[in-house]
């Protein structure tokens, strides 16, 4: 098996640049360079980090959730029908009208209640504001961590402010143990989250977060293999810059708190668009497609690198133009009004349920309209007691200077 893996995927052809082969790279005189079966470590740490999630979720993120006034929306049970559950289990979550007519026919219902029924159970199927926070949360403390201790161990390198020094010795450049262990977390993190996103709050988005996800993994695998420790380390560190403050805004919004989620969503806007769409392309991009053609020739992951930046580039633009649009709804609705990747729930009918009623057997349903009805009855009826009274005052009073 490793003679197989030596001989088709671990070929020196396709991870180093032309004259170089992995000997070059073995470790020696107490120097270390990457190598391909250090990811390895990253699989174990991604298991640790969805168990500490757990723990986290548990002990921290649902304490803080109730400390900052989370609240969870009501949502009425729906009644059991085999014949529907079946078919929004096996087949689909929005039927189609001919469904509708079908399933009407064949549960004996109307169709507007099993309409009603599909509404309800899709609304039951969507995360609680709770189970939200509590994701947000976790990635908060996570980014802002990997944020500041990326930064620490960046800042004081030369290429972090001039990017020419990326290729200087290439690639034969010593691995650092902090290089290494933020390459190796990071990487870990990823795999957590592409291991969990089945699990996890379901956006709008959700094909383009897997996308992205597996970009990320092959981008730091990649980059870790062919010795681009010091252009992949600055890609996490831009990443990192703004994920942080879009969890934090996040967190506000699910606690109701608008003032301090729209500040921190203005803050973010202006960091994600600096970062993603200035920095990285001026800065990352055009080191790795332009500075680099200076030390070596093109080759396999030179082109495979730079294909990886541009999907995640492309990521960007389209992550851009939903922030312009929350950014404009900002500013001329004045508040920003929810998640544009956000999954909404749906809304009903009058007093809150849906339109034509709910399915035959919701007792409780028909008891809290009946309860509804006859407020609304005694107010009416006290209302034309009190209009039939003041009707008799005053004509009684208009026929007294008649009499006198």
């Known amino acids: 098996m490793e003679a197989l893996l030596d001989q088709w995927l671990w070929r020196h052809e396709y991870w180093l640049p032309p004259g170089i082969?992995?000997?070059?790279?073995?470790?020696?005189?107490?120097?270390?360079?990457?190598?391909?079966l250090d990811l390895l470590l990253s699989l174990p740490l991604a298991l640790g980090f969805i168990g500490l999630r757990v723990v986290f979720e548990r002990l921290v993120a649902f304490p803080l959730s109730r400390a900052l006034g989370v609240k969870d929306k009501i949502r009425?049970?729906?009644?059991?029908?085999?014949?529907?559950?079946?078919?929004?289990?096996?087949?689909?979550?929005?039927?189609?009208?001919?469904?509708?007519?079908?399933?009407?026919?064949?549960?004996?219902?109307?169709?507007?209640?099993?309409?009603?029924?599909?509404?309800?159970?899709?609304n039951q199927d969507r995360p609680s504001n709770t189970k939200k926070f509590c994701?947000?949360?976790?990635?908060?403390?996570?980014?802002?961590?990997?944020?500041?201790?990326?930064?620490?161990?960046?800042?004081?390198?030369?290429?972090?402010?001039?990017?020419?020094?990326?290729?200087?010795?290439?690639?034969?450049?010593?691995?650092?143990?902090?290089?290494?262990?933020?390459?190796?977390?990071?990487?870990g993190f990823y795999w957590s989250l592409l291991l969990c996103i089945s699990v996890d709050v379901k956006r709008k988005d959700f094909k383009e977060q897997v996308i992205h996800h597996i970009a990320t993994i092959f981008l730091i695998s990649f980059s870790?293999?062919?010795?681009?420790?010091?252009?992949?380390?600055?890609?996490?560190?831009?990443?990192?810059?703004?994920?942080?403050?879009?969890e934090s805004a996040k967190m506000f919004n699910y606690a109701n708190w608008k003032k301090t989620c729209d500040t921190l969503f203005v803050?973010?806007?202006?960091?994600?668009?600096?970062?993603?769409?200035?920095?990285?392309?001026?800065?990352?991009?055009?080191?790795?497609?332009?500075?680099?053609?200076?030390?070596?020739?093109?080759?396999?992951?030179?082109?495979?690198?730079?294909?990886?930046?541009?999907?995640?580039?492309?990521l960007h633009v389209f992550w851009a133009w939903l922030i312009l649009r929350m950014v404009y709804k900002f500013v001329f609705l004045g508040k920003v009004e929810r998640d544009e990747r956000s999954d909404e729930e749906e809304e009903s009918g009058d007093?809150?349920?849906?339109?034509?009623?709910?399915?035959?057997?919701?007792e409780r349903w028909w008891e809290e309209r009946k309860g509804a009805l006859d407020s609304k009855l005694t107010a009416l009826a006290d209302s034309c007691v009190l209009n039939n009274l003041t009707n008799q005052r005053s004509s009684a009073a208009s026929r007294m200077p008649k009499a006198r």
């Open 21 to 36: 082969t992995w000997r070059d790279m073995e470790m020696s005189q107490g120097v270390r360079y990457p190598l391909p």
């Open 351 to 362: 007093d809150g349920r849906e339109e034509g009623g709910a399915p035959e057997g919701d």
């Open 135 to 187: 994701e947000a949360c976790w990635r908060f403390t996570f980014y802002l961590l990997a944020f500041g201790a990326g930064l620490a161990v960046l800042i004081d390198k030369p290429w972090f402010w001039d990017q020419t020094h990326c290729w200087i010795g290439y690639p034969q450049q010593p691995l650092l143990n902090c290089h290494y262990w933020y390459y190796m977390i990071e990487l």
């Open 76 to 122: 009425v049970p729906v009644s059991p029908i085999p014949g529907l559950e079946g078919f929004y289990k096996q087949q689909k979550r929005q039927p189609s009208q001919s469904d509708l007519t079908s399933l009407a026919k064949q549960c004996d219902l109307p169709q507007r209640h099993i309409e009603a029924w599909f509404r309800r159970r899709r």
């Open 224 to 246: 870790y293999c062919a010795n681009y420790i010091r252009v992949g380390a600055l890609v996490m560190l831009v990443h990192d810059s703004s994920d942080f403050l879009l």
């Open 267 to 314: 803050i973010f806007a202006v960091v994600f668009l600096v970062s993603r769409l200035v920095v990285f392309p001026c800065k990352v991009i055009h080191t790795t497609l332009f500075l680099s053609m200076e030390v070596f020739q093109p080759f396999f992951g030179y082109y495979f690198f730079n294909f990886l930046l541009l999907v995640l580039q492309a």
